[in-house]
């Protein structure tokens, strides 16, 4: 048997399967759940499975990984975010002799349910370089808010 101390990659004591949220119903009105912490410290790569069940027909939910480089909240320095959401790079058009300006933004990931049985999304792997300390996933119900259908995630880290 190995034990989480023998997994390359990651921090002693961290687990290489984590629940990032139970399966439940997301909540009304397209409001924003309140995520789970999870400690990932020194995983090389992180994978993200969400299973989704549709409350109605075009149920879609919204989800957003939330990381920091901080094992604990009292090591943010004054001014600083605790956490940091992904972003979205653009690259701008190269001309010669000319200095390129290129676009970031944050984001958030949309899904959208293809019928009515439970669908597993696969996420990843994302390559973290060991640099994220704690994750979080937070999630919504996009499409149909009055409806909001069920979610369950699990990530793997290694």
Known sequence: MVS?????GIAPGVSPQQTARASAALPAAGAWD????????EAEE????????????G?????????SPYSVAALVPAGAQEWGDPSVY????????????SFTQEEHITYTAEGAAAEMH???PVHLGGTVER???R??????????????????VR
């Open 135 to 137: 994750l979080r996933i």
């Open 59 to 67: 149920g879609a939910f919204d989800w957003q990984m939330e990381t």
């Open 122 to 124: 696969a996420f990843g």
């Open 4 to 8: 989480f101390v023998d997994m390359p």
């Open 90 to 101: 653009a690259v701008g058009a190269l001309v010669a002799g000319t200095e390129v300006q």
């Open 34 to 41: 309140t995520p789970t912490e999870l400690f990932i410290s």
């Open 139 to 156: 999630c919504r119900e996009s499409g149909v808010v009055g409806t909001p259908g069920t979610l369950a995630i699990t990530i793997r």
């Open 46 to 57: 992180l994978s993200v499975f969400l299973t989704y069940t549709r409350g109605a027909v």
